[in-house]
C-alpha cells in the first residue's frame, strides 16, 4: 500500500522571472540575426525559446484545500499540499487532488432486509481524500471506487438488520426503522473500513431514504396497524380487570353491599362490557333479581 509523502517545493516566482529573461535573450538574438547577415544566430534563438516554455512548464499552483501529486518517469516523488505558486523539475507530472469535503447522495436501492423482505434504502455519505497517494496509485478511479463500495456498503447493511420487529420477544433487536443513531454508526464504520484502501475518509454518513417495497408496502401497512390494535386492546383489558378488581375490593372493604359469586361475576362481565367497549354503552336498568 502506498504511503503519502508530504514535501515542499521551491517558489516559482524566481523562474518566472528566468522564463521571461530567456525568452526576452531568444527574441533579442531573433532581432540580431535578422538584423545581420549571421544565420548562425537563428540557432540560438530557437533552443532558447524552447528552454523558456520548459522552464515555464515546471510551474504551477495549488490552491486552498487542494493538492498535487508529483510523478517522475512513473516513480511517485511526493505531494504538494500548501496553497501557493511552485516550481518542479518540469519533467514532472502534477496531478490536481481535491481535499474539499464532497456528498455523494446515494441511488435508492431495492434489496432484502434481514426477514427477506423487499425494501428501498438509500444513503447520504459525506468524504474526503486523506491520503493522496493510495487515491492515486491503489484504486484505479477513487471517485468510481467511493460510489461503488459505498452501494455495496447499504446493501451489506440492509442484509443485516430487519426493517422492523412485530413480536414483543424482538423488541430488543437493532432494526433499521428503530435504531437509526445505531445503524448510522454501523454504516460509518463499515464505509471506513472500505475508503481505508482509497485514502477517503468518511465525514459523516446517514440514512436518507428508507421505505418496504411498493409491493408490499400497503400489506406491512395493515400489519403494523394489526400490531398496533392489539397493543392497544391489551393494554384496555389490562386496565379493565385493574378496575375491576379495585371496584370489587372497594365495596366489600366499605361494606358498601354483600356480593356472591354469581353477582360478582354479572357485576365483572358488566364492568369489562362498558370498560373495553369501543363505543359508549347504554345503561340497561335491571328491576328483578338474578333469583327467581
Known sequence: MTSE????????????????????GAVATFVCAASSDEPGLLLVSFP???????????CFVVNPNDARVLVLFGTYKGTVKQNGFYWVNPFYSKKRITLRARNLNGEKLKVNDRAGNPIEIAAVVVWQVEDTARAVFDVDDYEHYVVVQSEAAVRHLAGRYPYDTFE?????????????????????????????????RVIEARLSHLAYAPEIAEAMLRRQQASAVVAARTQIVNGAVSMVELALEKLA??????????RKAAMVSNLLVVLCSESSASPVINAGTLYH
Open 48 to 58: 532558447l525559446l524552447f528552454l523558456g516554455f520548459l522552464t515555464l512548464g515546471g
Open 168 to 200: 414483543d420477544t424482538d423488541q430488543e433487536m437493532l432494526t433499521l426503522r428503530g435504531g437509526t443513531d445505531q445503524v448510522n454508526e454501523v454504516l460509518e464504520s463499515e464505509l471506513a473500513e472500505r475508503f481505508h484502501r482509497a485514502g477517503v
Open 5 to 24: 509523502q508530504v514535501r515542499s517545493a521551491r517558489s516559482g516566482y524566481p523562474m518566472l522571472g528566468l522564463a521571461f529573461l530567456i525568452w526576452a
Open 253 to 262: 372493604k366499605d361494606q358498601v353491599v354483600e356480593l356472591d359469586e354469581e
